[in-house]
């Protein structure tokens, strides 16, 4: 790792070596060869981890970006190169490393500035502030608050200056961030929502234009999603004036030449850089198109061999074959794991109830477990029938989430599953797939809301088992009142997505056992092979 960081970190790439490359650009993206005083937004967002060039899956890899960069600023342009969160979590090549790899990658390509997504803080804060401390660019958010000091918690604008142009760029992160990372890797801050992110977001343009900037962007991770109402870049729009680009993520939507909505254009490139987004701006008007052709685009060889280097380091770790399954095992996310029962949400959560049941036996416990509940979100790909390396296991189980058993009140089980179920049809990461649980979930009766819960964007069921009837529990006819042993991960036990009941729970128990490693005790005892019981779905939930 040292060599490493010797040859290509301490000093970085440099731009001249981007710059002496023969690179290509689609002629849709150039209105003229000369590009001399000509704002060049180059964007991207939601990358996840996915910082090799492949072409296969269409990915244009962070070389790409490099040499896109190089390409305008060889044209004169002025050019910024931003980021709108979710770069650093998603794929092993970043995952193994906690995501610190991926600001070298963005390090070395020339990144400007960049905004939190709420998937950076999924390795917990001291790996997020790892992160802050190696980079060559300012994280933004000025909604993200430290609760010990009241002010933005990394930093919240930057200006640069283009000889006569100043251009303005401030962040903002969604508060989503609170359940759709662990509760407990961000209870050293609070994500300004609502009024208070318009708020917030305004006094930022007011600052910027105060400091006399030309342009001012908004890089934000808040998505366009319809679960997201309230804390949108459309809801941020509709409350703020001043903001000229705003770059958005989150919600992966890919929007081919922007949006122009309330005097802002919004551009928004889709998800693991199968594109990268360029806006011009020329003093009047801002154009946005996507680049997506992987051979127009060109590279950097020096970018491929330093991502190659992480990568050969990975696939030596996770060599292997963790087993071998007769079917495919359905992993998409709607529709999939968060809209309704999968085979391989059933294999994972009974995983965690065999996990957690092997836990109470060698540690001696008097207690049975009932059943286990696993979110959709936490499960990330589908798997093909075949063999299973180690690689797509931990493709498809990236977080390293604990097995945890939580001991509830029927009614709490209830409350969990009625909130869990709040969105469906629709996806939800927070869809529960189970194992020793029948349930019913009843999509003609609207989901009432009750009180928001602490600390979430989420609100709790006003009236639990309206949606939701409960069948059985570790086969046994459901009781209100019974107390309950249930597997979860430690994300979930710590009120993640919907489940802030669990934090209420009587009994917390964490196994310190990683759900990977669950999942491979579990294959063992099924003698390394995921049979013809998980053909197809159970039939542990039916959704009217």
């Known amino acids: 790792m040292n060599k490493l960081m010797n040859k290509f970190v301490a000093g970085g790439l440099s731009l001249a070596m981007v710059l002496g490359l023969s690179v290509y650009a689609p002629a849709s993206t150039v209105e003229a060869a000369d590009m001399s005083g000509k704002l060049v937004v180059i964007h991207t967002n939601d990358m996840h981890g996915h910082f090799e060039k492949d072409a296969e899956s269409g990915c244009l890899g962070m070389s790409s970006v490099a040499a896109l960069k190089g390409y305008y600023e060889k044209l004169g342009a002025n050019v910024l190169l931003l980021d709108a969160g979710d ?13 610190l790899n991926s600001i070298y990658f963005m390090n070395a390509a020339g990144y400007d500035a960049v905004s939190l997504g709420n998937h950076e803080f999924d390795f917990g804060l001291d790996s997020l502030k790892a992160m802050a401390e190696a980079a060559d660019f300012p994280i933004l958010d000025a909604n993200v608050i430290s609760k010990e ?4 918690y990394l930093d919240d604008n930057e200006i640069f200056n283009f000889g006569d142009m100043k251009v303005g760029v401030f962040g903002l992160d969604t508060s989503e961030t609170q ?13 300004l929502d609502g009024a208070e992110l318009y708020a917030c977001a305004q006094a930022q343009v007011d600052f910027l234009e105060e400091q006399d900037c030309d342009y001012i962007i908004c890089i934000g991770h808040l998505g366009q999603d319809a679960e997201s ?4 870049s459309f809801d ?19 929007l081919s030449e922007g949006m122009d909505y309330n005097k802002t254009k919004i551009v928004s490139t889709g998800e693991y850089l199968s594109n990268i987004g360029v806006a011009i701006y020329d003093g009047k008007k801002t154009e946005a198109t996507l680049v997506n052709d992987l ?26 074959t963790f087993a071998t399954t007769l079917n495919q095992l359905n992993g998409q996310r709607s529709p999939g794991v968060r809209t309704q029962e999968t085979n391989l949400g059933d294999f994972s959560a009974d995983a965690y109830k065999y996990t957690a049941e092997t836990y109470v036996a060698e540690n001696g416990l008097d207690m049975v477990i009932d059943g286990a509940v696993q979110n959709g979100g936490g499960i990330r790909a589908t798997i093909e029938a075949g063999d299973i390396s180690m690689d797509t296991l931990y493709k498809v189980f990236p ?3 604990t097995i945890s058993i939580v001991t509830l009140t029927g009614a709490e089980l209830l409350e969990a599953l009625e909130a869990s179920c709040s969105a469906c049809p629709d996806a939800l990461g927070g869809f529960p797939q189970v194992s020793g649980i029948k349930f019913t979930v009843d999509t003609t009766v609207p989901y009432a809301e009750g009180p928001q819960y602490p600390d ?21 006819a459901f009781d209100m009142n019974a107390t309950y042993n249930i597997a979860v991960n430690n994300f979930m036990a710590d009120g993640g997505d919907t489940y802030y009941v669990f934090t209420k729970a009587s009994q917390i128990i964490d196994t310190g056992v990683v759900d990977a490693e669950g999942l491979i005790s579990y294959v063992n005892s099924l003698n390394g092979i995921i049979g013809e019981e998980y053909a197809a779905p159970k039939g542990n939930i039916t959704i009217k």
């Open 236 to 254: 941020v729009l509709n409350a703020v004036n001043g903001i000229d680009l705003f770059v958005d993520g989150h919600s992966h939507t890919k």
């Open 229 to 232: 109402e309230g804390k949108r």
């Open 179 to 191: 359940t759709k990372s662990s509760p407990k890797n961000v209870k050293d801050v609070t994500f």
């Open 149 to 152: 000091t009241g002010l933005p």
């Open 295 to 320: 051979y127009h685009v060109g590279g950097c060889p020096s970018m491929d061999e330093f991502v190659a280097s992480f990568d050969k380091v990975v696939d030596e770790a996770y060599a292997g």
């Open 87 to 99: 770069f650093s979590q998603g794929t092993n090549l970043v995952n193994y490393y906690r995501g």
């Open 456 to 476: 979430s964007t989420y609100y709790s069921p006003a009236n639990p088992g309206s949606r939701v009837t409960i069948e059985t529990v570790g086969g046994k």
């Open 399 to 401: 977080y390293g989430n």
